[in-house]
Structures are given as structure tokens and as C-alpha cells.
């Protein structure tokens, strides 16, 4: 996994998502309005990999799950945290089985990424990339 950095964005926007098939959806058009104005080719990875991220929450996380989108002109940071402490990690497995190749997406596509618990005291933990 991806090492934690610290970056300034201009720009950060908040979501809590519903706890449910639709929360991705949801999560894909509130990352295509806040990354208005980036490179097409960020705006589609960040849909696209945000998608893993929230699916991942609903099936695998619990309770609530929030969407938080920083960016700047040039990059996107983009987090899902959920309830859960437990930390995700990459399956391996054939390219084209139907599930478990979302991490590995993920992790190929994003220019970083990571996965830490929460340390506010609250439960869960936040999965994030960023790009490019």
C-alpha cells in the first residue's frame, strides 16, 4: 500500500453516501462535479476508481460511509472512509474473475494510494488515492 503524504489542495468537498448499491453511483457523479475543469482521463480514472473504493465500503465495510474529494488545478485526492477496522488488501487471483481485482485496479491506475485507520478517535479507517 501507498505511504500517507501531505498535500495542500484548493479545493475540498464532503459527502456521507448511503450505506447501499446506490452509494457508488452517488460517489461517481459527486467526483465528476468536483473534479470539473481537471483532464478528462483524471476525471474518468477517479470515476472509475472511486467506484472500487465505495463498493468496497458497502460490501465489505459497515455502518455510514463518507466521500471526500480534495484537489488542487492539477490533482485529485479522493477518500471513502467506513465503520470498519478492517484494512483491505490486494487479492491475488485471475485478471478476469469477477470479483477481487478492484485493489489491483486501484493500485495500477492511481498515482498513490493507501489505506490507514482512523485516529480521531472514531471508528473505521479511510482507503484514498490520489491522481495523477
Given at each position: 500500500?501507498?505511504?500517507?503524504?501531505?498535500?495542500?489542495?484548493d479545493q475540498v468537498q464532503a459527502w456521507v453516501l448511503p450505506s447501499d448499491l446506490s452509494a457508488a453511483s452517488q460517489a461517481r457523479g459527486h467526483v465528476a462535479a468536483a473534479?470539473?475543469?481537471?483532464?478528462?482521463?483524471?476525471?474518468?480514472?477517479?470515476?472509475?476508481?472511486?467506484?472500487?473504493?465505495?463498493?468496497?465500503?458497502?460490501?465489505?465495510?459497515?455502518?455510514?460511509?463518507?466521500?471526500?474529494?480534495?484537489?488542487?488545478?492539477?490533482?485529485?485526492?479522493?477518500?471513502?472512509?467506513?465503520?470498519?477496522?478492517?484494512?483491505?488488501?490486494?487479492?491475488?487471483?485471475?485478471?478476469?474473475?469477477?470479483?477481487?481485482?478492484?485493489?489491483?485496479?486501484?493500485?495500477?491506475?492511481?498515482?498513490?494510494?493507501?489505506?490507514?485507520?482512523?485516529?480521531?478517535?472514531?471508528?473505521?479507517?479511510?482507503?484514498?488515492?490520489?491522481?495523477?
Amino acid at each position: 500500500m501507498g505511504v500517507p503524504i501531505t498535500v495542500s489542495f484548493d479545493q475540498v468537498q464532503a459527502w456521507v453516501l448511503p450505506s447501499d448499491l446506490s452509494a457508488a453511483s452517488q460517489a461517481r457523479g459527486h467526483v465528476a462535479a468536483a473534479c470539473a475543469g481537471l483532464p478528462e482521463e483524471t476525471v474518468y480514472a477517479a470515476r472509475l476508481l472511486v467506484t472500487e473504493l465505495v463498493s468496497n465500503a458497502v460490501l465489505h465495510g459497515r455502518g455510514r460511509v463518507l466521500l471526500t474529494v480534495a484537489r488542487d488545478q492539477a490533482s485529485v485526492r479522493v477518500e471513502v472512509h467506513d465503520e470498519s477496522s478492517h484494512q483491505p488488501r490486494i487479492q491475488e487471483g485471475s485478471p478476469l474473475a469477477e470479483h477481487g481485482a478492484g485493489l489491483r485496479l486501484v493500485s495500477a491506475m492511481a498515482g498513490s494510494w493507501g489505506s490507514e485507520l482512523l485516529d480521531d478517535g472514531q471508528p473505521g479507517k479511510r482507503v484514498w488515492f490520489t491522481l495523477p
